[in-house]
């Protein structure tokens, strides 16, 4: 999988990439991540990417020539999966679109910043939008590594233990069951007896009846079709 990231201040995701599993993905050739400048694409000598909006209104607007132009360009040498902009009024990141962008060969993450982005890039390029949450951050940089993270883990061979994600929150649209290791009692704490039966169908259908359990506490929403 290759993802391509145009953002106005690239090195600020630069670190994430660098460490624990997605350094790994990257070693491995399972993942490549490119970054883009889009100051580069700035037709004046000031690398000018912003400017105040049409009618009046408060903030400056991400210009459309410089996204068109990297956005041009890197369709010119591949073909891309999807085009996504990370935005506050995209549609909500959730587990199912994650599973679908996981199995995609190439994508394009542009991140929004300052009051957003020309209409008119949304109009040529933009294939998808996607908010990670109903709050806004200062650019879509942090929401363009939230999502590459989510996306990159389930690639296979990215995780040492595959069947790991397969068993996490959300896959099955239930949250996750309480989880327990080494030492059996802590503070008086036990772990439940179930888990330590050996009996694996006794163990899975207690851990799904937690789950339920759980998910009807703190996420009924995810169980709105039951």
């Known amino acids: 999988m290759r993802i391509d990231i145009i953002s106005v201040v690239p090195e600020l995701m630069e670190s994430p990439f660098q460490t624990s599993i997605l350094k790994r993905a990257i070693e491995k050739g399972l ?7 889009l100051r580069d694409y700035a037709s004046n000598n000031y690398k000018q990417v912003d400017d105040t909006p049409y009618g009046g209104g408060a903030g400056m607007v991400m210009m459309v020539e410089p996204i068109d132009k990297c956005i041009s360009k890197l369709k010119s040498e591949r073909d891309y999966d999807e085009i996504i902009y990370l935005t506050p009024d995209g549609e909500t990141l959730n587990q199912k679109t994650v599973n679908r962008l996981s ?3 190439n ?12 209409q008119r890039v949304r109009d040529l390029h933009i294939t998808k939008e996607i908010s990670i949450g109903d709050y806004v951050l ?3 940089e942090l929401a363009a590594c939230v999502l590459a993270d989510a996306v ?5 061979g ?24 080494r030492p059996e009692i802590y503070k008086n ?8 039966s050996g009996n694996f ?6 851990r799904y009846d937690q789950a339920l359990k759980i998910t009807r506490e703190k996420r009924p929403d995810l169980l709105k079709d039951e």
């Open 31 to 37: 993942a490549e991540v490119h970054f883009h400048q």
């Open 201 to 206: 169908a006794k163990i899975e259908e207690w």
């Open 158 to 181: 990215v995780l040492n233990d595959e069947q790991s994600a397969l068993s996490d929150s959300f896959q099955d649209d239930l949250l996750s069951p309480p989880i327990y290791t």
């Open 107 to 118: 994508l394009i993450f542009l991140c929004g910043h300052y009051k957003g982005i020309d």
């Open 152 to 156: 990159i883990r389930l690639i296979p």
């Open 138 to 140: 200062t650019g879509g």
């Open 189 to 196: 704490l036990s772990v439940p007896k179930i888990l330590l």
């Open 103 to 105: 199995i995609t060969e």
